[in-house]
């Protein structure tokens, strides 16, 4: 009889302690588990291309987390949410949440060159470069060099400097494909400086050297006429007209043959820049923004 | 063994059900909402707010939520909703003085003045003193917006408060004041002597050049004229009639553009001081 | 107009812009380029009558002979020439010929600009036709201080 108590009381423990541990661990699940479910919610969003909506989820997981287990991950989606809809200031403000809540080094590194991309996209190149130069010193970052220089490479790119990119880019590998584009679009480039000189030592030059054989002709055409008729009157000692003509005809198409020059140059290079970096940012595979 | 077995599915199905309602699992439970919305409200972040309050079916919706609600619409901008809801609010409800206050904030926001002057009329003398004084100031201060003169100074500037009525004081007075100028008298003036006009409105460099560039073409005209170049004679008195024309002309645009900036510097003050003073509507504890 | 537009848009944006989402906003394609140049020679009218046709003709002739080759001499935006252009285009020809002397004296007078128009793009005054229609209703007073900008 006592054996059969003991035997029931036994049972009895078990089930009680089968019991509790199962409840302790069904409820921590269940939070758990509330909270992945929640992340995935937002991060489908997210893939579906609903940034707004993907932003409130990611909103309701963080004010639901107490515990902020998914601190580093939803400040970065939200950030990266804000990025394709274009809100940089909003993105940089939640990947420097982001980066607060870092779990290791390499995380952190992530979240700085995302940092670096959104200053690229929103053109504060200088931005970008400081927060690479600033990696670059940090000794946490040892071994990271060859990315810092990919992507202050790119800082170039998008100041249109495309020597200067090239050159970095060559640092990494004599062969890299970014080297080649970028040396490609300098070398398909006028130099502004050089259009400016031509065309003042010699009215139209400069639009010659940019391939813009009329407009240089016209140019020539109208610095002639205008020297050549103030000269006459000069000459004719009707000095008044003289000096109206050579002020106010003369010297306003000279100079402006210089300036239609120059905006040749700027305008040719402003096309090919164009047509590389919307190039980069639709065909390249790369690492990029 | 058989009953451990049981138990243990049984318990783990009543957790399961359980698990779904409590407050710490479901993140779409009716509280849950309601606290995320309220979050989102204190964080101004008002449009996701007023959804995620909208997502609470509308018969759990108490008043204070539907005030939210159109309080959120108002503060971005989408008046029409916030008014819908705001109009909702039933006059038992302690929101409903509040809401009518906020109701004629939008008005006031959208310069519908007529309509500001009309729903304040027919609330005359109701409700208590502390929605009643704010109300009376934002129809007092309407009447420094748009055109229509206010009434006289005592009267005008009575339900301000001693930090008001300085500011106040100083508004009205200039809005007695503003110096807008005649455009018709300004084209005269210039008609009679080139660029009086446009000195008549401030614009005295403006005024010279149009005078000397009158008075230089008038004079090659004459001068050329008289040497007998009539071609030349022709062709400067067209220039100076143009400089002339255009300068009359110009001078009734440079009065109509003069009162457009006296008009937008005043309501520049105008405007910031009401949003300093927050409409006169009294803080909601919401978010405390 | 386009400029017009772009007022209302910067307007819009001020006043809104407290908050970035209070506005539902959708995905915007990711572009390395600036958007929005302002395109200098931009005369293109709208409608096809015989008359509109010449006067584009005329002013693309002016442009590519003269406009651009005599240099950036004019401080404001539009330039003479396109003020002169938008005004017959908005009016008519007299109010045009009128419109476009007052500016011209206005462009002479050196002193207290800045003091005056507002800057578009931080380089040159704007000095828009609506301003001058002496329709109150096109004036959108912009304080000298504000800088329009067109990224």
Known sequence: ?289 | MKFIVLAIIYTSILGFAQSNDSTINSLYSKENILKFADYLFCEEDFLRAAEEYQKIDEKFRDDKINFKIALSFSIIGEYSKSETIFNRINSNSPLYQQSRLELLKILFLQERFDELRTLNKNEDGEGDVSIQLPIKKLLYFSFLKDQQVPEDFDTFTQPFNDNEKHEIGLLYTLRQNLSIKNPLLSSILSALVPGAGKMYVGEFSDGLFALLSVGLFSFLAYDNFNAGHNFRGWLFTGIAAGFYGGNVYGSYSAAQIHNAQIRYEYNLRLDSFIKSKNYFIPKYDFCE | ?151
């Not at chain 1, 998914?70 to 809100?87: D, R, T």
């Not at chain 1, 009707?238 to 402006?256: H, K, T, W």
């Open chain 3, 1 to 151: 107009m386009r400029f017009f537009l772009l007022f209302i848009s910067l307007l819009a944006i001020q006043i809104f812009a407290q908050q970035t989402d209070w506005l539902k906003w959708e995905k915007n394609e990711i572009s390395y380029t600036y958007k929005n140049q302002v395109s200098e020679n931009n005369f293109s009218q709208q409608g096809i009558s015989l008359s509109q046709l010449m006067i584009e003709s005329l002013s693309k002739a002016y442009w590519f002979l003269i406009s651009d080759l005599d240099g950036d001499n004019c401080p404001f935006n539009p330039s003479c020439s396109k003020f002169f252009i938008q005004a017959v285009q908005e009016t008519n020809l007299p109010q045009g010929v009128l419109m476009f002397f007052d500016r011209f004296t206005r462009d002479i007078n050196i002193f207290n600009r800045e003091k005056k128009y507002p800057r578009l793009n931080k380089r040159y005054f704007y000095d828009p036709i609506e301003l001058y229609t002496l329709d109150e209703n096109n004036i959108r007073y912009l304080p000298p201080d504000k800088i329009i900008t067109i990224e």
């Open chain 1, 1 to 289: 009889m006592n054996k059969k108590l003991k035997a029931i009381g036994s049972t009895k423990l078990k089930f009680v302690i089968l019991l509790l541990f199962w409840l302790i661990n069904n409820s921590q699940l269940s939070a758990s588990d509330y909270l992945q479910k929640q992340y995935e919610f937002a991060a489908k969003l997210f893939d579906e291309e609903k940034y707004y909506d993907a932003i409130t989820e990611f909103k309701r997981l963080q004010f639901f987390d107490n515990q902020k287990l998914y601190g580093y991950l939803s400040n970065k989606m939200i950030a990266l949410s804000y990025k394709h809809g274009g809100k940089f200031n909003d993105a940089v403000k939640y990947l420097s949440k982001a980066e607060l809540l870092a779990p290791n080094s390499d995380s952190l590194f992530a979240i700085k060159i995302e940092i670096v991309k959104i200053n690229l996209l929103r053109k504060t190149t200088f931005r970008a470069r400081d927060i690479l130069e600033d990696l670059k010193k940090d000794t946490s970052f040892a071994g990271k060099e060859n990315q810092i220089i990919y992507w202050k490479a790119w800082t170039f790119i998008f100041e249109e400097q495309w020597d200067k990119a090239a050159e970095l880019f060559g640092i990494l590998d004599q062969n890299h494909e970014l080297k080649r584009l970028c040396n490609n679009t300098h070398d398909m480039s006028y130099s502004p400086q050089i259009a400016k000189i031509l065309s003042t030592i010699i009215p139209g030059a400069g639009q010659f050297y940019t391939a813009n054989l009329l407009s240089g002709l016209l140019s020539l055409g109208w610095v002639t006429l205008w020297t050549y008729l103030s000269a006459q009157a000069f000459l004719a000692d009707r000095v008044f007209d003289g000096l109206m003509m050579l002020n106010f005809l003369d010297f306003r198409f000279y100079n402006g043959n210089i300036q239609n020059a120059e905006k040749f140059a700027v305008e040719h290079n402003r096309e090919i820049s164009d047509w590389m970096l919307n190039y980069l940012c639709n065909n390249y595979r790369g690492e990029k923004p």
